[in-house]
């Protein structure tokens, strides 16, 4: 039960004295759990891509990094992992599928170029005109480059390529816009005051800026591989992206995007917001239709044998959710403690108080937190390996699963957990806080299963099924979900504090691993993946083809490091695989690798395995 860990005050739960059901509060611990963080001397601390609650922080200031910020968890990660970018990263991209997107790209600057003029027709401010200006400017230099890089290649730049469906649907997109034709406008031409000219050069820089900030994040990003290339066959390019007179140029379009804004209402604010998201999905779609005749590592459903089952595996609290379950039963269990002897019907109850209950769940922790700190330190080597040394791993689990289940024990024989109506519990379940991206990612999975030869299971240390199956039935994601986790016996339809215990440790869960996995192999061929984020997961983690770790737990990272595990960012360790694709027969990826790779949300895990929402 790892999960106690989180040195609790539990979430500000209180009974609302007007209702038979506490569950009325649920707003109240939503609110609560919506902060994306919990306190941890583990240092299970999520550092995930920026969510809501980095936008909300930023709410009074930039509206042009409000918007990147919404955009930059999702849009740009899916850009980032397209299959064109990823062989553009690893020099392996055909010079012919280059051609084509300079061509593609060059349809889309010329839009580009006319919208700005567009702009500075409607721009009321001088200094304005002239950002605008140069900024058009730049775009024409851009174009010039495209040219002398075709040209370089023998290819002739005024032989036109004609434009792809995504590309001409982004162009039509960015002109309609700044030819005020937004959310039933009446068109530039049609607009007579100053004022109403300037919201449309507010909505074309709001849905030109996206691409800026898209191109000199994607030129950061890529510029890393140069460094371990010299002779990479598309450093200009990548180089012009990662310069930073291009970042100059991002924030000058930011910045004027920001004045233009300050005198919209709150309506036309979200008109914006809702333009740059369109441009941002419409980019990522620009990538995706980018033509491609070379094998390729991402997304996954495309690089394995369509024979071969993909079998994708889960951890749930803190990998897929905000907080930890057990945190929620226990206040779940102390609310129900109050609510009954308030109603004076505690028949399946101790009379003990709700504080006291609420000391002994407090005193358990505490126990917990400092056992497990001190269970760290024994099973860690003196030395740290230089390669994995998975049985000494091993044995050192064995040290925490034992601790795990006495403190397990040590919460049945409290007497904490009696008394939950299943009802409540499910109630909670709907109203968990899932990681940004995750809902998205399981939702893409039940609606593409079946065509794809895909299992997928949760492996928990939850106390409660009930709960796992409610939070993904309550998004829509419990269709051909396979959960294993433990679950709390009943009687009637009231805990009566014990549980069925199936998975409580480490050792718990790779066995777990390993049996439906055998079960699999023992009819077809198959290609795991298991996402989780803390050192009970470490095992399946290493036994997996591909492990995945959610998050920066630093417990995990350094018990990781000790036995000899690597941890390595998920695109640069995909940039080199997607070196050595088409050089090996066998799969690239193996189990017991030594390697894991780290991301910082699910929309990375999204796109690496099933692709974005355009693939």
């Known amino acids: ?35 994306r963080t919990r306190t941890s001397p583990t240092n299970h601390h999520k550092q995930m891509s920026p969510s809501s609650s980095s936008v909300a922080a930023v709410a009074e200031g930039s509206a042009a990094r409000r918007f990147w910020i919404a955009a930059s968890s999702r849009e740009a990660a899916f850009a980032t992992y397209t299959p064109f970018l990823l062989s553009l990263a690893a020099g392996s991209l055909r010079l012919d599928s280059f051609r084509h997107y300079l061509a593609q790209d060059t349809h889309f600057l010329h839009a580009f170029a006319r919208a700005y003029e567009m702009a500075e027709e409607c721009a009321d401010d001088d200094d304005d005109k ?46 309609a816009t700044a030819a005020g034709k937004v959310d039933g406008g009446k068109g530039s031409d049609k607009m007579v005051t100053p004022f109403e000219k300037t919201k449309i050069a507010a909505y074309t820089v709001g849905a030109m800026t996206p691409c800026m900030r898209l191109y000199a994040y994607l030129g950061k990003e890529l ?45 036309e604010l979200e008109i914006l917001g809702k333009l740059y998201q369109q441009a941002m999905r419409l980019e990522v779609a620009f990538f995706s239709a980018q033509l491609l005749d070379e094998p390729v590592i991402a997304p996954l459903t495309r ?25 929620i039963l226990a ?23 709700s504080a006291d209950l609420r000391n002994s769940w407090n005193m358990l922790s505490n126990q917990y937190t400092e056992e497990h700190e001190q269970c760290i330190e024994r099973l860690l080597p003196p030395e740290e390996a230089k390669s994995l040394d998975y049985d000494q791993l091993y044995k050192g689990l064995e040290v925490l699963s034992e601790f795990e289940r006495q403190a397990n024990s040590r919460v049945i024989d409290s007497g904490v957990l009696r008394g939950m109506n299943i009802d409540d519990i499910r109630k909670a379940g709907e109203r968990l806080i899932l990681q940004d991206g995750c809902r998205n990612f399981f939702q893409k999975i039940g609606e593409t299963r079946d065509n794809l030869n895909l299992d997928i299971h949760i492996l928990s240390y939850c106390w409660c099924a009930e709960l796992i199956r409610s939070a993904f039935s309550s998004v829509g994601c419990l269709d051909g979900l396979n959960i294993h986790s433990n679950e709390f016996a009943f009687e009637g339809s009231v805990s009566t504090g014990q549980i069925n215990r199936q998975i409580e440790s480490p050792l718990d ?28 997961d470490l095992l399946c983690l290493l036994e997996a083809d591909i492990g995945i770790v959610v998050g920066s737990s630093t417990t995990l990272r350094r018990v990781g490091k000790q036995f000899g595990v690597s941890f390595v960012p998920l695109l640069p360790g995909l940039v080199e695989k997607q070196r050595l694709v088409g050089k090996q027969e066998s799969s690239i990826f193996k189990a017991r690798s030594g390697v894991l790779h780290t991301v910082s949300s699910w929309s990375e895990v999204q796109a690496f395995i099933l692709g974005n929402d355009f693939s």
Not at 144 to 159: F, I, R
Request: with cysteine; proline share 5%.
């Open 331 to 353: 206040e779940i269990a102390i609310l129900s403690h109050q609510k009954a002897s308030q109603s004076g019907s505690d028949n399946l109850l101790d009379r003990t108080k």
């Open 130 to 175: 002239a950002t605008i200006t140069a900024l058009r400017k730049a775009i024409l230099r851009e174009m010039n480059l495209h040219s002398s890089v075709l040209q370089e290649w023998g290819v002739d730049p005024t032989k036109e390529i004609p434009p792809n469906p995504a590309t001409t649907k982004y162009t039509d997109f960015l002109l």
């Open 223 to 267: 510029g890393i591989f140069l460094k371990q290339d010299e002779n990479h066959p598309y450093k200009k390019w990548i180089d012009t992206y990662a310069a930073t007179d291009f970042e100059s140029n991002a924030l000058q379009i930011e910045e004027l995007l920001d004045k233009l804004s300050v005198s919209l209402t709150g309506e």
């Open 303 to 327: 690089y394995r044998d369509p024979k071969d089952k993909l079998v994708i595996f889960s951890d749930f609290d803190l990998t897929c959710t905000v907080v930890d379950s057990s945190a």
């Open 509 to 536: 869960k790779v066995e777990k691993f390993k049996s439906i996995k055998s079960d699999l192999d023992s009819t077809a061929s198959s290609l795991s993946v298991y996402i989780g984020d803390s050192v009970g």
């Open 1 to 35: 039960m790892r999960l106690l860990c989180l040195r609790l005050p539990l979430p500000p739960l209180r009974p609302d004295p007007t209702t038979k059901s506490f569950f009325s509060l649920s707003s109240c611990w939503s609110r609560a759990t919506s902060t």
